[in-house]
């Protein structure tokens, strides 16, 4: 069986990137520094993505910043962040980390956005990802008008201008027509659509105390609560533009990846199955994928793409 | 698992310096020494501690005065409620009663080896306070080696210093310490030196507690789940102990 399994092909392109196999570490996991990155790769994820990163430094919202409850995950993390030029200094030789390593960034206006890809652009990474979708952080996201049509054009098209590193846009799964917010990135001049960023935001009260238990009140929910709405975004994403989608929110398993592959990402994010599986959830959901492609006679991943679309 | 607070009411109060006290709550469920737990004030803050004393069904945790989480905490009664989730992370692994061990708790890191000194038999155990009115659970430990930097109290000097007089006089095979981390270091130097197997309790700034949200690293290791008990090995590949550390934010600082 195993060597069988050993014929199988994880590895993907995505935007001319080659990935060994199409696990990412999503952003604000783990990304703080680059020996965690390091040891993320070691751990078998295909590319790797550092906790997004702002002009200025940030300290976040208080604790609690993460919380679970039965079906997942509600994280207020509130983009802390060392700022540009201190993560510059942080993230150097990615050449040595094993995978290639996808620069988050964020800004409270256009030109924020332009300033710290500019910043990064001499690092080493191998793309831009612009989160326009954070549901629980003021001044950034959601929370600052950054995920309609128009300003996702704006932020996108400006940084493209300044950078020929590919571009990744990560969108809200919060909205009632997806696809409109994708084909603006597309047109603005995006190279992969990430879908998606939490949903909500939530709240969880604590009733012997009767108050809210994020130190932020509210916060996006991550987990397994995500991961029927983000196959259903990705689905919708894919059949509306030519652009790779990768797929992110509940997946910790290899079953979940295919799902989402199915649904037509090229490449799979994840964050919360950090928490529920381990550090080590990159090679186990590639073990799983592959033991899943053998039993079903396919020998390369690439050829289960989309394949849920009629 | 489901990682939220749980409230508990505070059951006693005990003042342990003037700017220490401890405070007790029922607790039930497994522990290991050296682990720590999250307690939560709500709408205030939610920030790690170790416990301090378990006796039955009852544990404590030991506080040192700091900043406004803490200020807020010693400012609670018997009777308020807290909430509390954990433990977390990977204590001190206890050793044979036939291996000749000395403890060493520096400042307010003795809260962390309290139940380890409880529970590790036929150990050497050294506090270091900067001055006597510092010194911790000296009724508890009554055979405890006493250092003060100011000489107010037992050996005048530092933790460091006293341990490698002893080291010289007693074959010790392990060493456990809690303290401040110039002071771990050193011992951790001193352990390597003498071939001897140490175990050390490292602190970052810790979020989540649940080794997610990668901010109390240290190269790579999460203090919240990978520690915050490291030994010797772990250390050995750590090139961050003991020099810098991420803060709240992220940002990179000398020690
Ligand atoms: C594993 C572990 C166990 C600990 N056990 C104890 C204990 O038993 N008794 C005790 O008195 N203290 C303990 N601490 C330290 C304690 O968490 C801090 O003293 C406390 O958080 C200070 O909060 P503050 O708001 O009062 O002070 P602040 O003014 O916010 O900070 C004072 C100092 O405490 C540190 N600190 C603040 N917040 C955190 C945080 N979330 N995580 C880690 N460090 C922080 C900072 O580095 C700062 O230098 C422990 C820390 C760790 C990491
Ligand atoms: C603790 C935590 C922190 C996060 N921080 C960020 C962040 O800084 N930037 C970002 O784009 N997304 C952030 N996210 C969202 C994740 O990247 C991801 O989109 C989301 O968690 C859904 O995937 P999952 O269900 O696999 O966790 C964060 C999520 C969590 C749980």
């Not at chain 1, 879908?195 to 991550?222: D, H, Q, R």
């Not at chain 2, 433990?87 to 003795?110: A, D, N, Q």
Request: proline share 4%; charged share 20%; net charge neutral.
């Amino acid at each position: 069986m195993n060597g069988k399994m050993a014929g199988i092909s994880l590895s993907v392109n995505l935007c001319n990137i080659r990935l060994s196999n199409p696990t990412v570490l999503a952003s604000g996991i783990l990304g703080t520094t680059r020996a965690l990155l390091k040891r993320v790769a070691d751990n078998g994820a295909g590319a790797v993505t550092i906790k997004s990163v702002s002009k200025e430094q940030r300290e976040g919202h208080k604790n609690p910043t993460v919380i679970t409850y039965e079906a997942g995950m509600l994280n207020a993390v509130g983009y802390s962040n060392p700022g540009v030029d201190a993560a510059r200094s942080e993230f150097y030789n990615l050449e040595d980390i094993g995978a290639p390593v996808i620069a988050s960034i964020i800004g409270t206006c256009t030109d924020d956005f332009v300033e710290v890809a500019e910043g990064l652009s001499e690092s080493g990474f191998s793309a831009i990802e612009i989160p326009l979708s954070c549901p629980h952080t003021p001044g950034f996201g959601l929370l600052s008008g950054q995920g309609t049509p128009e300003a996702t054009y704006e932020i996108i098209s400006a940084v493209r201008r300044k950078t020929n590193l590919p571009i990744f846009v990560k969108i809200s799964p919060n909205v009632p027509e997806i696809t409109t917010i994708a084909k603006a990135a597309e047109d603005a001049g995006a190279s992969a659509i990430t879908a998606v960023n939490s949903m909500g935001p939530g709240m969880i009260i604590n009733i012997e105390s009767k108050k809210p238990v994020l130190g932020f009140k509210v916060g996006g929910v991550t987990g397994d609560a995500l991961r029927p709405i983000a196959v259903r975004c990705v689905y919708d994403i894919y059949k509306a533009i030519k652009i790779p989608v990768i797929g992110v929110g509940g997946i910790s398993t290899g079953r979940h990846a295919i799902e989402m592959i199915m649904a037509g990402a090229a490449a799979i994010g994840i964050g919360t199955g950090v928490y529920t599986r381990g550090i080590d959830v990159f090679s186990k959901v590639c073990a799983e994928m592959k033991q899943w492609l053998m039993e079903n006679g396919y020998n390369n991943i690439n050829d289960i793409v989309g394949i849920a679309h009629d | 698992m489901i990682e939220q607070p749980q409230m508990v009411k505070i059951c006693n109060i005990k003042d342990e310096t003037p700017n220490v006290k401890t405070f007790f709550f029922e607790f039930t469920g497994h522990y290991d020494p050296g682990q720590f737990i999250m307690v939560w004030i709500p709408l205030n803050d939610e920030k790690p501690f170790t416990l301090s004393y378990i006796n039955g069904n009852i544990a404590g945790i030991t506080v040192l005065r700091r900043g406004d989480f803490t200020k807020t905490l010693h400012a609670k009664k018997i009777g308020d409620q807290i909430g509390i989730r954990g433990p977390y992370g990977k204590g001190y692994g206890l050793s044979e009663k036939s291996v000749t061990t000395c403890i060493v708790g520096g400042g307010i890191g003795m809260a962390s080896i309290a139940c380890l000194a409880d529970r590790q038999e036929n150990a050497t155990f050294i506090q270091g306070a900067r001055t006597v009115t510092e010194l911790l659970f000296r009724h508890r430990f009554k055979e405890m080696k006493l250092c003060t930097d100011d000489g107010s109290l037992g050996y005048k000097g530092t933790t460091v210093d006293l341990l490698r007089e002893l080291i010289g006089k007693h074959n010790y095979q392990k060493i456990y310490a809690c303290g401040p981390e110039k002071m771990l270091h050193k011992i951790f130097e001193l352990c390597s030196e003498h071939h001897i197997d140490c175990e050390v309790s490292v602190e970052r700034y810790i979020k989540c507690g649940f080794g997610i949200c990668g901010q109390c690293d240290c190269s790579g290791q999460r203090i919240c789940i990978d520690g915050p008990v490291f030994n010797k090995e772990d250390l050995r590949n750590m090139p961050d102990f003991g020099k810098t550390a991420i803060t709240k934010s992220g940002s990179r600082v000398s020690l």
